[in-house]
C-alpha cells in the first residue's frame, strides 16, 4: 500500500522542526562559547521559512481532503491536531531563535510539552514528561511515529467495524425488499381470490334465480294440463 502523501509530507516537516531544534541549540553552543554564528543563523531562517511553507501546504491539503470527503472526519480532526501542534512548535522555534542564548535543554523541553502555560513567565520554563525525559530527538521521532501508527491502526479497526455494519444494514434493506415482495405478492393473490368469489357468488345467484323461475313454469304448466283434462272429462 503506498503511503499517504499527506503523513509522509508532516513527518519531513517535523524533521525539519526537530533539525531547526538541533540548529539552535548548536548556534546557543557557538555564542557561549564566543565563536561566530552568523552561519547557523542564516540556516535557521532559511529552515524557519521552509517550515512555515510545509505547514501551510499542510493545511491546504488537509482541507482539500476534507472538503472532497478523502479522510473521514475523525481522521481530518486527528491530522488538524497534528498541524496545531506543528504550529505551536513553529511559534516556540521562532521565539527561541530570536532568543539568544537559551539553554538548549529547556528549548528540547518546551518542544515536547507542545505549548506555553498561563502564568509562566518564561515559556522556556516547563517540565519535560516521563516519557521523553533522557530521549535524544530521533528516539523521540520514533515515539511519535509509534503513536501515529498506532492511531492509524485503530482507525482501521474502527473503519473494518464501520464497513461491516453497513455491509449488515445492506443486507438487512435487501432482505426487507424481498419481504414487501412477497407482501405485494400474497396481496395481489388474495385480491385475486376476492374477485373470483364475487364472480361465482353472482353466478350462484343468477341460476338460483333461474332454477326458481322453471319450478314456477313447470307447476303452471301442470296446473294448466290439469284443468284442460277436467274440462274434457266426460260427465256421467
Same mark, same amino acid.
Request: net charge negative.
Given at each position: 500500500?503506498? *503511503? +499517504?502523501? !499527506?503523513?509522509?509530507?508532516?513527518?519531513?516537516?517535523?524533521?525539519?522542526?526537530?533539525?531547526?531544534?538541533?540548529?539552535?541549540?548548536?548556534?546557543?553552543?557557538? /555564542?557561549? %562559547?564566543?565563536?561566530?554564528?552568523?552561519?547557523?543563523?542564516?540556516?535557521?531562517?532559511?529552515?524557519?521559512?521552509?517550515?512555515?511553507?510545509?505547514?501551510?501546504?499542510?493545511?491546504?491539503?488537509?482541507?482539500?481532503?476534507?472538503?472532497?470527503?478523502?479522510?473521514?472526519?475523525?481522521?481530518? +480532526?486527528?491530522?488538524?491536531?497534528?498541524?496545531?501542534?506543528?504550529?505551536?512548535?513553529?511559534?516556540?522555534? /521562532?521565539?527561541?531563535?530570536?532568543?539568544?542564548? &537559551?539553554?538548549?535543554?529547556?528549548?528540547?523541553?518546551?518542544?515536547?510539552?507542545?505549548?506555553?502555560?498561563?502564568?509562566?513567565? %518564561? *515559556? !522556556? =520554563?516547563?517540565?519535560? &514528561?516521563?516519557?521523553?525525559?533522557?530521549?535524544?530527538?530521533?528516539?523521540?521521532?520514533?515515539?511519535?511515529?509509534?503513536?501515529?501508527?498506532?492511531? +492509524?491502526?485503530?482507525?482501521?479497526?474502527?473503519?473494518?467495524?464501520?464497513?461491516?455494519?453497513?455491509?449488515?444494514?445492506?443486507?438487512?434493506?435487501?432482505?426487507?425488499?424481498?419481504? %414487501?415482495?412477497?407482501?405485494? +405478492?400474497?396481496? %395481489?393473490?388474495?385480491?385475486?381470490?376476492?374477485?373470483? =368469489?364475487?364472480?361465482?357468488?353472482?353466478?350462484?345467484?343468477?341460476?338460483?334465480?333461474?332454477?326458481?323461475?322453471?319450478?314456477?313454469?313447470?307447476?303452471?304448466?301442470?296446473?294448466?294440463?290439469?284443468?284442460?283434462?277436467?274440462?274434457? !272429462? *266426460? &260427465?256421467?
Amino acid at each position: 500500500m503506498a *503511503p +499517504d502523501p !499527506w503523513l509522509s509530507m508532516y513527518d519531513s516537516t517535523c524533521h525539519i522542526a526537530q533539525e531547526i531544534a538541533e540548529k539552535i541549540q548548536e548556534r546557543n553552543r557557538c /555564542q557561549r %562559547n564566543g565563536e561566530n554564528s552568523t552561519k547557523l543563523n542564516v540556516t535557521i531562517r532559511s529552515l524557519l521559512q521552509n517550515l512555515k511553507v510545509k505547514i501551510d501546504q499542510l493545511k491546504d491539503l488537509l482541507l482539500r481532503a476534507i472538503s472532497t470527503r478523502q479522510i473521514t472526519q475523525l481522521e481530518g +480532526d486527528r491530522r488538524q491536531n497534528l498541524v496545531d501542534d506543528l504550529l505551536t512548535r513553529q511559534r516556540q522555534l /521562532q521565539a527561541s531563535y530570536k532568543n539568544d542564548g &537559551t539553554e538548549p535543554d529547556v528549548i528540547r523541553s518546551s518542544l515536547m510539552t507542545g505549548g506555553v502555560k498561563r502564568g509562566v513567565t %518564561n *515559556p !522556556w =520554563l516547563l517540565e519535560e &514528561t516521563e516519557e521523553t525525559s533522557g530521549l535524544g530527538f530521533g528516539e523521540i521521532r520514533q515515539q511519535q511515529q509509534r503513536i501515529i501508527q498506532e492511531q +492509524d491502526a485503530g482507525l482501521d479497526a474502527l473503519s473494518s467495524v464501520l464497513s461491516r455494519q453497513k455491509q449488515m444494514g445492506q443486507e438487512i434493506g435487501n432482505e426487507l425488499e424481498e419481504q %414487501n415482495e412477497i407482501i405485494d +405478492d400474497l396481496t %395481489n393473490l388474495v385480491a385475486n381470490t376476492d374477485d373470483k =368469489l364475487r364472480s361465482q357468488t353472482r353466478h350462484v345467484k343468477m341460476v338460483d334465480k333461474k332454477s326458481t323461475s322453471c319450478g314456477m313454469l313447470v307447476v303452471i304448466v301442470l296446473l294448466l294440463i290439469a284443468i284442460a283434462v277436467v274440462a274434457v !272429462w *266426460p &260427465t256421467h
